[in-house]
Nanobody
Framework: QVQLVESGGGLVQPGGSLRLSCATS????????MAWYRQAPGKQRELVAR???????NYADSMKDRFTISRDNAKNPGYLQMNSLKPEDTAIYYC???????????????WGQGTQVTVSS
């Protein structure tokens, strides 16, 4: 069974930095695109950043100058470096990836359970 697990969230002061990681478990042939989303209390889930299999990236406008998405291998398909954090960045951050499963070679979209990021003094 394929799963995504986020880590790296926590409490940080305004202006601080955090690096989120997304790890996979299960039998995976490859990872297509991956993305980070976030959901603040009382708000809809929104795209933070996305990176495709060829390394192309796109960001939400409010985060493009502060956040950097990167990818590694199938075991650790992605990271999100967050700098100059603001209180309005407080949210649960979710990893999302398009994964090709081993053996069956079936493609499916997976979500992690989320990691809490709180920006507060």
């Amino acid at each position: 069974q394929v799963q995504l697990v986020e880590s790296g969230g926590g409490l940080v002061q305004p202006g601080g930095s955090l690096r989120l990681s997304c790890a996979t478990s299960g039998s995976i042939f490859g990872v297509h695109s991956m993305a980070w989303y976030r959901q603040a209390p009382g708000k809809q889930r929104e795209l933070v950043a996305r990176i495709t299999s060829d390394g192309s990236t796109n960001y939400a406008d409010s985060m493009k100058d502060r956040f950097t998405i990167s990818r590694d291998n199938a075991k650790n398909p992605g990271y999100l470096q967050m700098n100059s954090l603001k209180p309005e960045d407080t949210a649960i951050y979710y990893c999302n990836a398009g994964i090709i499963r081993a053996v069956t070679l079936r493609f499916a979209d997976y979500w992690g359970q989320g990691t809490q990021v709180t920006v507060s003094s």
